[in-house]
Structure formats: structure tokens, C-alpha cells
């Protein structure tokens, strides 16, 4: 079984630029989570999707951050424009339906996104 | 203020002793917590749930307690082999209305087991 993937792995751009990240969830996982690390700082919650509803943004930051996940699939995450304080490591996480596998979320292996 | 402490400074023991890992929280009433392990350049690798009504947990070589009176959580990893350097994420697990959960992170604690 494939794992939850994540694209590009790694990002470096210029400030007021966009950059969009893609998470592929494993196949049949309705819930996924979008979290990001700042250095030096814990995992933070941004955004959980269950299909393609957003069932919690309350973490994203701000408007310049827009997340989608068109058909309940893959998932895209845009930040438009990037700021210096966006530089961090965004992960993507998925778990199966509520009534699978109580809590346990799989773990993209991240994007390192640098803003210079 | 709300917030999850986890030992700070970096672990290292000897090869199969046995490494236990802290973690404390406050203002929070998890549901559940998580224990997940994160290698260098990896995203986070579920180990361990346990249930506000569960005193411990056990896998293999790791066990897990949970006291919801001191608000603390203790993760073990027994008979230690090098395998096992990494770092360790707390993570309480908050269950919200509907389908709704959210994970809230402590910083890590690194664990380096010395052959």
C-alpha cells in the first residue's frame, strides 16, 4: 500500500512569489490534515478535510493560505503571497473513515519550504 | 495558557537500558493521546493511543501510562537498541463535535541509544 505522498519535496522561493504544495493521501483515507512546523517550534494544526469538505481551518494563518481538495483526492495547498514567516515544513497527514482505525494519522514525509 | 511540555534536552542512554520519555500537559481534557516517532528528513510514524480510561499501554518494547489527574503521559522504550534514536512526539489527540479531531504537539523529546 502506497503512502501518503507530498510534492515538491522541497520549495525555495522568493517572497511575494506563490508556491503550491500537493498532498496525495493513501487511497480510501476521507479524513486529511494539513499541519506545518516552523523551527525551533512544535507541529501546528492547520486544516482538516474529510472528502472535499473542509471540516476545520480554524489553523490556518491567514487569507493568504487557501487549501483545496477537489473530488475528496489529492489536496493543494497554496500560499499566495509567500511571506518570510511561511518558511517552515508542511506536512500532510491522512487517516481512514471514522469508523476505521481510531485517531492514528499517516504522515506524508513533508515539504521543506524555504522563503528568502 | 495552553500548552504541552516535553523534556527538552536530548536522551541518551546505553544500549538495552530502558528510556522513558515525559510529557505534561496543561488546560487541556484529551480524549486520547499519541506517542509518534519522527526520524530526520520524516514525517511523524504513528506508535502508540492511548485512551483517557486506559492507566497503560503496550506494543512490543514500548509501553505508554496516562494519568489524566497529573496530566502527564510516560513513554517507555525497553531493552533499547540504537534502531530506536530518534525523536519522540506527544501529541493529545482532541476530539471535536461531529468527525472532527485535532492533534496538539509537543516540541519532541530526542532519544539517542549509545551501542
Not at chain 1, 31 to 49: P, Q
Not at chain 2, 3 to 29: D, M, P, R, V
Request: charged content about 25%; overall charge positive; proline content about 6%.
Amino acid at each position: 500500500e502506497a503512502g501518503v505522498t507530498q510534492f515538491p519535496s522541497h520549495s525555495v522561493i522568493e517572497k511575494g512569489q506563490t508556491v503550491t504544495l500537493r498532498c496525495d493521501p493513501i487511497s480510501g483515507h476521507d479524513n486529511l490534515y494539513w499541519y506545518r512546523r516552523v523551527m525551533g517550534k512544535e507541529i501546528k494544526f492547520l486544516l482538516h478535510f474529510v472528502k472535499e469538505s473542509k471540516q476545520d481551518e480554524s489553523g490556518m494563518p491567514n487569507n493568504r493560505f487557501l487549501a483545496e481538495r477537489t473530488g475528496g483526492t489529492y489536496s493543494t495547498l497554496k500560499v499566495q503571497p509567500a511571506e518570510l514567516e511561511d518558511s517552515g515544513v508542511y506536512f500532510c497527514a491522512s487517516s481512514p473513515p471514522s469508523t476505521g482505525r481510531l485517531g492514528e494519522q499517516y504522515f506524508g514525509p513533508g515539504t521543506r519550504l524555504t522563503v528568502t | 495558557s495552553q500548552k504541552i511540555e516535553q523534556n527538552s534536552e536530548a536522551l541518551n542512554i546505553q544500549e538495552g537500558k530502558t528510556a522513558t520519555l515525559t510529557c505534561n500537559y496543561t488546560n487541556y481534557s484529551p480524549a486520547y493521546l499519541q506517542w509518534y516517532r519522527q526520524d530526520p528528513g520524516r514525517g511523524p510514524v504513528f506508535l502508540l493511543l492511548i485512551r483517557e480510561n486506559e492507566k497503560e499501554k503496550r506494543k512490543e518494547r514500548l509501553k505508554v501510562t496516562f494519568d489524566t489527574t497529573l496530566k502527564q503521559s510516560l513513554f517507555h522504550v525497553t531493552a533499547s537498541q540504537p534502531a530506536d534514536s530518534a525523536t519522540y512526539l506527544c501529541a493529545l489527540d482532541i476530539p471535536r463535535a461531529g468527525n472532527n479531531r485535532k492533534l496538539i504537539w509537543g516540541l519532541g523529546t530526542s532519544l539517542a541509544v549509545n551501542p
